[in-house]
């Protein structure tokens, strides 16, 4: 038997034994690497940001999946509601699965830690999870009137006597919707939600669901997508450069640019934000974990991705050879 | 009877939410709106038979003491248990159920989710073979769209993410808007012929 008669052979532990190394090694000493942001994405944030400081607009966040899609589309969960926290957007969140609505709850949290003065049902509100079986009355009552529709929060309280929901009525208002989802749930959003009542819809989709949502992208009915893990990196990059920014002519952060973007990255690993254009800044202060986890997640899908191309080299590298060497023989 | 009424049921509302959908008028915003009512009152019977039915299957399963009845009992002593935890302590940040929420059903499910890369890999190894120019094709943009979606492609050359993004928008689009032309088309075939009644499989056999 011949060298790569062998390797076609090998016993699929040793390839799992690799996977595990190659992605758990990127994870435990992670380095800097730099995103490229696509359109999908910028064109998302540009739109939720055009909603910044506005009383009569605010986005709702739908969460359609459960924990096992979490370490793609958690941190994109987190990155939106900073952009919101950052750039005090208003924000709803709903959920029609129970096991989305502990984590609702968590990105919540894990986002609002570092913003002491945020309050539920003024700056936010979580409606909860509601029975799917009410999915279409509820999506539907939102184009009349939200807090008919919804009625109360996840803690009980009527939504119309909530501060939050000063300027805001139906779709008119509430014009953003993304839902995040492993699943073709988004499909719903754009048929009930943006066909019927024209309310801007986007998506933030596991990697292999981003294929089905380009149609809606090109058509116009998708406003925006975050792509699995890299949508979500691209996502955070943005919040670092634009809604977190700081300095003294923009305290609140500054408004979108592409230039800015193209000229700029930002270390994960180090205190220092640098800027490869004319500006350089630096700050003390470390980025959390929380909001560069999916930058961290894409080195170790880099390496992963090298990976699967060697091994298909590999395996058909080896497919041709043993084919030639029968042949001969 | 059995089979009529349920018929008649399914056509005289199928036709109703569709002129409701059709032509909006007070009478079928009115109607609609009684429709969600009961819709809401509805929903809770169907946790309850979903709970029933969990226990039921569940139940014989570990009264048998059927094969790996053990996984039985623990599915249901985890519904018990973190159904009592939500009702004892509220689901809200710093609570037992919050807590195991976090420490059992996160990390269980995404190892779950995680094995998927591992399959990928070993296919990828043993089974993605360039046999055909179609196969070959397919590699050939599986190798692009894998290396546009890592910041190391970029790194590679600026060409790499925007091929791969013109892949996505182009012949991935193409493809996928014939699919979803083709289910279109046969959503509303399945639609028209169960609301005219000539698709009943839905009733059942008997």
Redesign the interface.
């Known amino acids: 038997m011949t060298f790569w008669e062998k390797i076609q052979e090998?016993d699929?532990r040793w390839?799992?034994l690799?996977?595990?190394l190659c992605?758990i090694i990127p994870l435990l000493i992670p380095f800097n690497?730099?995103?490229?942001v696509?359109?999908p994405t910028s064109n998302l944030y540009k739109k939720i940001d055009s909603f910044a400081g506005k009383e009569d607009k605010a986005m709702l966040l739908s969460f359609s999946h459960?924990?096992?899609?979490?370490?793609e589309l958690f941190p994109m969960e987190v990155s939106i509601l900073r952009h919101c926290f950052e750039r005090n957007i208003k924000v709803f969140t709903i959920c029609f699965s129970p096991?989305a609505?502990?984590l609702m709850?968590?990105a919540i949290?894990v986002a609002k830690e570092d913003y002491e003065n945020l309050e539920s049902g003024v700056d936010y509100c979580n409606f909860g999870y509601k029975?799917?079986?009410?999915f279409?009355?509820i999506v539907?009552?939102m184009g009349d009137d939200v807090s008919e529709a919804v009625d109360t929060d996840t803690d009980g309280r009527k939504i119309k006597n909530l501060e939050i929901m000063k300027g805001i009525r139906n779709y008119d208002d509430l014009n953003l919707i993304v839902d995040f989802a492993a699943s073709s749930a988004v499909f719903s959003w754009i048929t009930y939600a943006r066909v019927r009542f024209g309310a801007n819809v986007a998506a933030g989709v596991t990697?292999v669901m981003?294929?089905?949502n380009?149609?809606y992208l090109?058509s116009g009915q998708l406003v925006g997508m975050l792509s699995?893990l890299?949508g979500a990196a691209e996502y955070e990059k943005l919040v670092d450069v634009f809604a977190a920014y700081e300095d003294e002519q923009n305290p609140d952060g500054r408004e979108f640019s592409q230039e800015v973007i193209k000229n700029t990255w930002v270390p994960i690993m180090e205190k220092t934000i640098s800027y490869t254009g004319d500006t350089e800044m630096q700050t003390d202060v470390e980025l959390p974990y929380k909001f560069k986890q999916a930058r961290i997640g894409?080195?170790a899908?880099?390496i992963?991705?090298?990976?699967?191309?060697i091994?298909?080299i590999?395996?058909?590298v080896g497919?041709f050879l043993s084919k030639k060497n029968n042949n001969e023989v | 009877m059995k089979r009529q009424i349920p018929l008649i049921i399914v056509i005289t509302l199928g036709f109703i939410f569709v002129a409701h959908t059709f032509i909006p008028s007070k009478t079928s915003v009115d109607f609609?709106d009684w429709w969600?009512s009961w819709?809401?009152a509805?929903?809770?019977f169907?946790?309850v038979l979903g709970i029933l039915s969990l226990f039921m299957v569940h139940g014989t399963k570990i009264q048998r003491k059927a094969p790996n009845w053990q996984y039985s009992l623990v599915t249901l002593a985890a519904l018990v248990f973190t159904a009592f935890a939500g009702f004892a302590w509220g689901?809200?940040?710093g609570t037992p159920?919050?807590w195991m929420?976090?420490n059992v059903?996160?990390p269980?499910?995404?190892t779950?989710?995680?094995l998927l890369?591992?399959y990928?890999?070993?296919a990828?190894?043993?089974a993605?073979?360039?046999k055909s120019p179609q196969a070959t094709l397919l590699?050939l943009a599986?190798?692009i769209v894998?290396?546009g979606?890592?910041?190391?492609?970029?790194?590679i050359s600026?060409w790499i993410?925007e091929t791969s993004?013109w892949i996505?928008?182009v012949p991935?689009?193409a493809a996928?808007?014939g699919i979803?032309t083709g289910v279109g088309l046969g959503s509303t075939a399945t639609a028209l012929k169960i609301l005219l009644g000539i698709e009943r499989t839905y009733l059942g056999s008997d």
């Not at chain 1, 690497?33 to 490229?36: A, E, F, P, Q, W």
């Not at chain 1, 029975?131 to 009410?134: D, E, H, K, Q, S």
């Not at chain 2, 979606?149 to 790194?155: H, I, K, N, S, T």
């Open positions: 090998i699929r390839i799992y690799v996977v595990l992605i690497s730099k995103t490229y696509t359109e459960d924990a096992s899609t979490m370490a096991a609505a502990p709850a968590y949290n029975p799917y079986g009410l279409l009355p539907l009552g990697a981003a294929a089905d380009y149609p090109q699995g890299k894409m080195n899908q880099s992963a991705h090298i990976m699967i191309i091994f298909i590999i395996g058909n497919y | 609609y969600v819709s809401k509805i929903s809770p169907a946790v689901t809200s940040e159920f919050m929420f976090k059903q996160m269980m499910s995404a779950m989710f995680s890369a591992f990928i890999a070993s990828a190894y043993k993605f073979r360039a590699l599986a190798f894998m290396l979606q890592v910041p190391l492609g970029a790194a600026k993410p993004q996505l928008n991935n689009l996928k808007r979803a």
